[in-house]
């Protein structure tokens, strides 16, 4: 199993582009997330899905958007990049009252 | 609103000396509480869970945490701290709807 994987691992944005977060998972979770870490901030839900076809705001989920058509990808777009917008993030799935699985993380600076 | 608080952003303890990392919740209903470490430039990865049962649960790399319902604590021990545990230590609690984290909590363990 690879787990979750997240493309790219890095990016640089300037302001105003978009741009997809792409996130897979292969172990058959029905829960995925996407969080954005900022330093000293911990991990904000971004937003969340509990199945395919089925997604949810979190915490934090201005200037973002998701799809879920599959079990297996969970992508996340940003459509007008902003400088607030620069961080790192991660997706994670896992299974009802499980440990969350999180891939590697990508790295977005926008410019 | 649900939330984690790691009240210190920091701890340092000597190798072989035990470890508290402390956490304390606010969760509606009865909490799920998870325990994460973080490499550098690694996603989140999964130590120990309290979901229900004894107030005491074993992790991976000899990791503990005791859950106290009327202190809303969820704290993080070791009994003989390593180097290789340095690291940065997420609490996170809440449900699978609802997850929150803890700001972190750098643990470094000097030789």
């Known amino acids: 199993n690879a787990g979750v994987t997240q493309t790219p691992k890095f990016r640089i944005l300037k302001i105003g582009q978009s741009m997809t977060l792409q996130c897979t998972q292969d172990m058959n979770h029905n829960y995925m997330y996407w969080y954005r870490q900022d330093p000293g901030m911990g991990l904000k839900l971004i937003y969340y899905?509990?199945?395919?076809?089925?997604?949810d705001k979190g915490e934090v989920p201005n200037g973002y958007n998701v799809s879920r058509s599959t079990t297996e990808d969970f992508p996340l777009r940003l459509e007008l990049a902003a400088p607030s917008q620069t961080s790192v993030y991660f997706c994670?799935?896992?299974?009802?009252?499980?440990?969350?699985?999180f891939g590697p993380g990508t790295r977005l600076t926008v410019l | 609103a649900q939330s984690v608080a790691q009240p210190e952003d920091q701890v340092n303890v000597a190798e072989g000396n035990p470890l508290t990392v402390k956490c304390t919740y606010s969760v509606s209903g009865n909490p799920y509480l998870f325990w994460y470490v973080q490499y550098p430039n690694r996603g989140l990865q999964f130590l120990l869970k309290?979901?229900?049962?004894?107030?005491l649960v074993k992790g991976s790399y000899g990791f503990e945490a005791e859950f106290n319902k009327s202190q809303t604590s969820f704290h993080l021990k070791k009994p003989s701290a390593l180097v290789s545990d340095s690291a940065l230590y997420f609490c996170?609690?809440?449900?699978?709807?609802?997850?929150?984290f803890g700001a972190g909590t750098r643990l470094t363990v000097k030789p």
């Open positions: 994670a799935s896992t299974l009802f009252g499980a440990e969350q699985f």
């Open positions: 899905s509990v199945g395919a076809g089925i997604t």
């Open positions: 996170a609690g809440g449900n699978n709807n609802d997850m929150r």
């Open positions: 309290y979901i229900t049962g004894d107030n």
